[in-house]
């Protein structure tokens, strides 16, 4: 079943909630947003506004009018820093943005009679070496994850909330694709942080897993879920899966990091990812797979 196949599935059944997506100028808002205007009315804040999005600046909250947002609508919050070492240098600001100004939307679009996904972290676990259930205990390593757990713990438990747990978003669009993708072209050799795992997960299955979501709520689990791919691969071994299905001429230079890196990030997190195959209707793309869709079959 393709992604098509699965947002399609997801809007299967009775009428379809307006979607909110706040942060949908980012690497995942965007995408999103064009995938929920594609199947039904969908929205988009970012911090300015402009090229038809509202304007929604999340350090000042009381500036949107959240009229605007009706009881059945389904609120998708991908806004935050994102950088773990941003959140840890500039502290107050990045809290500023992921915990007051995303816990205001968040508490603003409920008492509207909204419904909220929040894009929370796979960091929030901490150090996993096993597969980790989202029942598992958290333990969050570092500023960001703990910013992250803080918005969790806020609304843990609201019936109108629930929560996604991001791994590494792949795409061709992603940062890491984009230098490997650099490195081949120029002839330079990559290098590549190891050991550094997470369970990559293909940005168009995050797409459809929140589009399920959202369109299916009710049959849905409560809490969160952990959006990753089947299993945990390092920043080598995709590397190593472009150089065999993309770039045959990419070189690889392994580097392990300063051990000042893992003060924000740990060195392994593994989701068990069971959850989200069921959200799907199958499981998410592997990154050979990924790879394959975005740079093989696809127009890069």
């Given at each position: 079943?393709?992604?098509?196949?699965?947002?399609?599935?997801?809007?299967?059944?009775?009428?379809?909630?307006?979607?909110?997506?706040?942060?949908?100028?980012?690497?995942?808002?965007?995408?999103?947003?064009?995938?929920?205007?594609?199947?039904?009315?969908?929205?988009?804040?970012?911090?300015?506004?402009?090229?038809?999005?509202?304007?929604?600046?999340?350090?000042a909250v009381d500036d949107f009018d959240f009229g605007a947002i009706a009881a059945g609508d389904v609120v998708i919050v991908t806004a935050?820093?994102?950088?773990?070492?941003?959140?840890?240098?500039?502290?107050?600001?990045?809290?500023?943005?992921?915990?007051?100004?995303?816990?205001?939307?968040?508490?603003?679009?409920?008492?509207?009679?909204?419904?909220?996904?929040?894009?929370?972290?796979?960091?929030?676990?901490?150090?996993?070496?096993?597969?980790?259930?989202?029942?598992?205990?958290?333990?969050?390593?570092?500023?960001?994850?703990?910013?992250?757990?803080?918005?969790?713990?806020?609304?843990?438990?609201?019936?109108?909330?629930?929560?996604?747990?991001?791994?590494?978003?792949?795409?061709?669009?992603?940062?890491?694709?984009?230098?490997?993708?650099?490195?081949?072209?120029?002839?330079?050799?990559?290098?590549?942080?190891?050991?550094?795992?997470?369970?990559?997960?293909?940005?168009?299955?995050?797409?459809?897993?929140?589009?399920?979501?959202?369109?299916?709520?009710?049959?849905?689990?409560?809490?969160?879920?952990?959006?990753?791919?089947?299993?945990?691969?390092?920043?080598?071994?995709?590397a190593q899966s472009f150089q065999r299905l993309v770039f045959p001429q990419l070189k690889i230079d392994v580097v392990e990091p300063e051990?000042?890196?893992?003060?924000?990030?740990?060195?392994?997190?593994?989701l068990d990812t069971h959850r989200l195959t069921t959200i799907l209707g199958r499981a998410p793309l592997n990154i050979d797979q990924a790879?394959?869709?975005?740079?093989?079959?696809?127009?890069?």
């Open positions: 079943m393709g992604v098509n196949g699965a947002m399609n599935g997801a809007m299967n059944g009775g009428a379809k909630p307006r979607i909110w997506v706040i942060g949908a100028s980012g690497y995942v808002g965007a995408r999103l947003l064009a995938a929920a205007a594609a199947h039904g009315q969908a929205f988009g804040t970012s911090s300015r506004g402009g090229n038809g999005l509202h304007a929604l600046d999340l350090q935050a820093v994102s950088s773990p070492d941003v959140c840890a240098n500039d502290h107050a600001y990045a809290h500023a943005v992921n915990v007051t100004g995303c816990g205001e939307v968040i508490a603003r679009s409920v008492s509207r009679g909204a419904r909220v996904i929040f894009l929370s972290s796979d960091v929030v676990y901490g150090p996993a070496e096993t597969p980790v259930t989202e029942e598992a205990p958290c333990h969050p390593l570092g500023v960001y994850a703990a910013m992250k757990r803080a918005v969790e713990e806020r609304f843990w438990g609201e019936a109108q909330v629930r929560i996604a747990r991001l791994s590494y978003v792949f795409s061709a669009d992603d940062k890491f694709s984009r230098y490997i993708a650099g490195c081949a072209s120029r002839g330079a050799a990559a290098e590549v942080f190891h050991p550094f795992y997470r369970n990559a997960i293909y940005r168009e299955d995050v797409i459809a897993g929140l589009l399920a979501m959202a369109h299916r709520w009710d049959s849905c689990p409560d809490g969160a879920v952990n959006f990753g791919g089947p299993v945990a691969v390092s920043r080598r071994d995709i051990p000042a890196f893992f003060n924000e990030r740990p060195r392994h997190i593994h790879i394959a869709a975005d740079f093989v079959n696809g127009d890069h």
